[in-house]
Structure formats: C-alpha cells, structure tokens
Nanobody, 120 residues
C-alpha cells in the first residue's frame, strides 16, 4: 500500500468548478479518482496509468480533466460545469497492477476521501 493524501473539494453552485489533488507517498503504476454519491455504488471518475493518458467515467462528458505529475507523484482533477448530482465523497486510489476506471477491483491504496457539494 501507498499512502495517498487528498486536498481540495468543497462547496460550489451548479456550473462552478473545483480542483482536487492527490499526492502519493511512493510511486504507483496507476492513480485514480473514485466517488461515492448518495444512493449509488462507488464509481470511477478517472484512471491514469503511468506513462499513459487518463480515462474517464461515462458521466464525465468532457467536464473534468485529470493531470498527473510524475515528479511530484500527484494526480489532479479539474472539475468544471459541476452538477448537483456530482455531490459526494471523492476518493483517490492507487494500484500497482490494474488501471481500470469502471471498477475499483485491484486498487489497494485509498485516500481518506474529500467532500464535494454542488448546490442547484
């Protein structure tokens, strides 16, 4: 396991923006963001493999952009045009073996979670 430290999140109105950041204490093959929204199972927001490009959950629809800094060992998530249904707890995750966005199977490192609240 690798320790993951999240920052960012908060409260905004619909249409607003937030930026999440995740720092890893160690190197990871894959870093990702998942979220837990009320009434739904945990779902993948983005996954970013080492040396690759990010993949996004279907609901993102071009509104979010992930960026990974290998030197700083961070994964940032810029979220624009936020909707009330984006409200929930966002978790940073890491894996040494897999890098899938549609399932959290195989992710062994998890952050503590950060709250995102979007009001209408």
């Amino acid at each position: 396991q690798v320790e993951l430290v999240e920052s960012g999140g908060g409260s905004v109105q619909a249409g607003g923006s937030l930026r999440l950041s995740c720092g890893a204490v160690g190197s990871l093959y894959c870093m990702a963001w998942f979220r837990q929204v009320p009434g739904k199972e945990r779902e993948g927001v983005t996954s970013f493999v080492l040396g690759g490009r990010p993949f996004y959950g279907d609901f993102v629809q071009g509104r979010f952009a992930a960026s990974r800094d290998y030197a700083k060992r961070t994964l940032d998530l810029q979220m624009d045009n936020l909707r009330p249904e984006d409200s929930g707890i966002y978790y940073c995750a890491g894996s040494e073996t897999v890098c899938r966005v549609h399932t959290d199977n195989g992710y062994t490192s998890w952050g503590q979670g950060t709250q995102v609240s979007v009001s209408s």
